[in-house]
């Protein structure tokens, strides 16, 4: 069974950095790139950005909206994924998704994690 | 970026009798090479996270069920289930993976009448 489970989520100043972590099983993980979403509380869904499995070299692309203070890297050793935020704003308030993309096309999420809840307050 | 725009906002259906959610594209998804349409659709039950239903428009993920139907080309799309289920009450989104950003529709809220 594909498993996506986010960690590192929780309560943190404005201005602070958070770091969250994804901890896959069930599927070969260097097969794939992934992606970070978010949703603010009764909103919709926001992609922050992906990253690239090795075989396509990777490497990261990020939405215009987080460029500048989120990174995204992956360790293929362990299966994990990781979601770097600095200098995090009240708007940045949401549930943050890790998230598997599809082997059939670029962009197609089949698996999403349960989400960990940042807050910024 | 293409704009992903969907109608109703919100649909009240009773258990049973058939739902209807539409989805428009600000520009067409179908790829003229492989004739494969990049769109996508997903259910997200209350506190949960959403989950994939359709892709290319039309094919069902794994698992499924078969009262889920994707249609439509170019940019216009639908998804139906044809026996609503208590179990169905959720937002449904679509998506577009034809071009980077992927972008989603804002979202369809069903509840049953």
């Known amino acids: 069974e594909v498993q996506l489970v986010e960690s590192g989520g929780g309560l943190v100043q404005p201005g602070r950095s958070l770091r969250l972590s994804c901890t896959t099983s069930?599927?070969?993980?260097?097969?794939?790139?992934l992606s970070w979403f978010r949703q603010a509380p009764g909103k919709g869904l926001e992609c922050l950005g992906f990253?690239?499995?090795?075989?396509?070299?990777?490497?990261?692309e990020y939405a215009a909206s987080v460029k500048d203070r989120f990174t995204i890297s992956r360790d293929d050793s362990r299966s994990i994924a990781y979601l770097q935020m600095n200098s995090l704003k009240t708007e940045d308030t949401a549930v943050y998704y890790c998230v598997r993309v599809s082997s059939q096309a670029t962009d197609l999420f089949d698996s999403w994690g349960q989400g960990t809840l940042v807050t910024v307050s | 970026d293409i704009v992903m725009t969907q109608s109703p906002d919100s649909l009240a259906v009773s258990l049973g009798e058939r739902a209807t959610v539409n989805c428009k594209s600000s520009?067409?998804?179908?790829?003229?090479?492989?004739?494969?349409?990049?769109l996508a659709w997903y259910q997200q039950k209350p506190g949960q996270p959403p989950k994939l239903l359709i892709y290319?428009?039309?094919a069902r993920a794994s698992g499924v069920p078969d009262r889920f139907s994707g249609s439509g080309s170019g940019t216009d799309f639908t998804l139906t289930i044809s026996s609503l289920q208590a179990e169905d009450v959720a937002v449904y989104y679509c998506q577009q993976y034809y071009s980077r950003p992927p972008t989603f529709g804002q979202g369809t809220k069903l509840e049953i009448k």
């Open positions: 069930g599927f070969t993980f260097g097969d794939h790139a």
């Open positions: 290319w428009a039309s």
């Open positions: 520009q067409s998804v179908l790829y003229s090479s492989n004739k494969k349409n990049y």
């Open positions: 990253i690239r499995s090795k075989i396509y070299g990777g490497t990261p």
